[in-house]
């Protein structure tokens, strides 16, 4: 069997995480420049002028125009958190670079947290991830393709008609190199002209370059298109 050469592209290992991410003020220093790209806007006024005041340990952005106190983490998913913001970035990189996602118990061994405390961690991050993905617009070339969860339970349609399978479209945004850079997976109702022509609008560009298996509903990703 040929070797998958998409499975073996080279990622983000364990000691390069560690070295980048080991540290909180390096967690702190990645996270200030991805909220602030530019430095820091007030999210009251907009303003970018401000100065830093320390209350204790925890480092506090004033606004010099309306005076409103900010933290690094406040409004985030860290907000009010008692956790370390490595702890937070490591439990992101095991969800998300791990194949077959990781349970809740097993991030309370590997982060040495309560179940309860890795439990909430997780599901804060898959909700992130969620709401990340529910605005994501694909664009370039995109490989699309139809999947299915469930098929489990005996009895019933066997194959895509199955009552026991959730239908799903999966759809992937390659670069030129023909490797994915984002993807999405949202469940449809049934694989119709319809429901196709529905997610390709929310979910695709104009000038996107879709590529599909040849199943007959994505037809209506072109149909979209020309009444759009």
Request: one cysteine or more.
């Amino acid at each position: 069997m040929a070797q998958n050469r998409i499975q073996f592209q080279k990622s983000l290992s364990l000691p390069e995480f560690l070295d980048k991410y080991g540290a909180e003020d390096q967690c702190a220093a990645a996270f200030e420049k991805m909220r602030w790209p530019q430095g820091f806007v007030c999210p009251y006024c907009v303003s970018k002028s401000y100065c830093i005041v320390r209350h204790g340990k925890v480092k506090t952005f004033q606004c010099n125009c309306c005076h409103a106190q900010t933290t690094l983490t406040g409004g985030t998913i860290f907000h009010s958190t008692k956790m370390p913001l490595t702890t937070w970035f490591l439990a992101i990189y095991l969800l998300s670079q791990t194949k077959n996602n990781i349970s809740a118990l097993e991030l309370t061994r590997v982060l040495g947290v309560c179940y309860r405390t890795a439990w909430r961690m997780k599901h804060k991050i898959m909700q992130v991830m969620f709401e990340r993905e529910q605005t994501t617009i694909l664009a370039g070339r995109v490989e699309i393709d139809d999947a299915y969860l469930g098929g489990e339970r005996a009895g019933g349609t066997v194959g895509r008609g199955s009552e026991n399978k959730i239908p799903f479209v999966a759809a992937v945004e390659t670069n030129d190199q023909g490797h994915p850079k984002r993807a999405v997976f949202s469940p449809v109702k049934a694989f119709n002209s319809v429901e196709i022509a529905a997610w390709a609008c929310c979910t695709l560009s104009a000038s996107a370059n879709v590529v599909s298996d040849g199943f007959a509903c994505f037809r209506a990703v072109v149909a979209s298109r020309l009444h759009a």
